[in-house]
């Protein structure tokens, strides 16, 4: 159970100022969602819905 605490430990933590703009500038740069995500220390999903929120279109790269 440890081993999944560590996984979701900013499960549902709000995105900071910083994050944003690094999300923003990582989109503008055409990086790949998994990337942004690695990059950020967040889910896809997370860093999708963020993107979708802001209107801000990530890279459709695999």
């Known amino acids: 159970m440890a081993k999944d605490t560590a996984r979701f430990e900013r499960h549902r933590q709000p995105w900071t ?17 998994k990337a942004i995500a690695k990059a950020l220390n967040r889910s896809e ?10 209107g801000v279109t990530i890279a459709k790269l695999r």
């Not at 100022?17 to 969602?33: C, G, I, N, S, Y």
């Open 45 to 54: 999903e997370s860093v999708r819905d963020r993107a979708k929120a802001d």
């Open 17 to 33: 100022p910083d994050e944003v703009q690094k999300l923003h500038q990582f989109a503008r740069k055409a990086m790949a969602l």
